[in-house]
């Protein structure tokens, strides 16, 4: 069910936020301030100690040398519970990409997702926290 709510803005702040939309894509201001409630939900659920959250970890490396290859992947059998899916691309020659799903205590797969990025050899790494969906 939608319920329609007005808002007062002052008009330099919405001329900001409806340049900063149309920047971003969207096609109305619904649309935009929806997410933004969303964003905010989602950034609650992840400072609360308890409950499920979703997380998504990007990794680039080498595959060679250093054994990380063998370091990510037992690191993530040790944790097989907390990761949900993985999907492993080969960049090039030398540079894989890796997209990990994390799924549990927020605090549990943000200390996993910072463990993942801060391995020896990994060049470059995100940690994305996101949400199941459920409560938003
Ligand atoms: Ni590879």
Known sequence: MI???????????????????RAKGYSNRSEAVRDLIRDKLVEQEWTAPEGEAVA???????????????????????????????MHVHMDHDNCLEILVLRGPGRDIQRLGERLISLRGVKHGRFVPGTTGRKI
């Open 56 to 86: 998504t970890v990007l990794l680039v490396y080498e595959h060679e040398g250093m054994d990380l290859s063998q370091r990510l992947t037992a690191l993530e059998h040790e944790e097989f519970h907390r990761v949900v899916a993985s």
């Open 3 to 21: 319920e329609r709510i007005g808002i007062s803005l002052e008009k330099k702040l919405l001329a900001q936020f409806d340049a900063l939309i």
